[in-house]
């Protein structure tokens, strides 16, 4: 098992346990990225797009809809009893996220193999719109 700094060590099966190491970390508190529902293998997490999400036109950047979708991803997939890392993802923007809203960026494990997991990604806004899809690509990496 890997030990997260300061932590005790990582359970790959508590995806409620990595969904709250997840949200401490780092990249996800300069965000304010954080999980809402957390089950192994799917995974829903949410940012409320504000002005450290915007991009030189004064919108939303599209990297902050996939660091949503991207966030669930990683506790989806590492809650499959391994360490998992991303190795490729695909994301197709299909419309604009707007200043203030939340978005619920979705991950969900379509397959599970020896040594890879391909995922489904989604972006919704508050109305449902589909804003992101994708698909990903992770490596199960280490020993249990």
């Known amino acids: 098992m890997a030990e997260a700094k300061g932590e005790g060590p990582i359970d790959h099966s508590d995806a409620e346990d990595l969904a709250r190491r997840a949200d401490a970390a780092g990249y996800a508190g300069a965000l304010h990225l954080r999980v809402v529902e ?6 829903r997490a949410a940012v409320r797009l504000g002005p450290e ?8 950047h599209g990297a902050a809809v996939f660091s949503v979708m991207d966030h669930a991803l990683s506790v989806a997939v590492n809650s499959l009893g391994r360490p ?10 299909l419309a604009s996220a707007k200043l203030g809203e ?3 960026g979705e991950a969900e494990v379509l397959h599970a193999g020896r040594t890879s997991v ?27």
């Open 38 to 43: 957390a089950k192994p293998g799917h995974v």
């Open 102 to 104: 939340e978005v619920i």
């Open 118 to 144: 391909v995922s489904r990604l989604e972006a919704r806004g508050p109305d449902g719109k589909l804003l992101a899809t994708g698909q990903a690509t992770c490596l199960f990496v280490g020993g249990k």
């Open 53 to 60: 999400h915007v991009n030189f036109f004064g919108m939303p």
């Open 84 to 93: 998992a890392v991303l190795i490729q993802a695909s994301v197709n923007y």
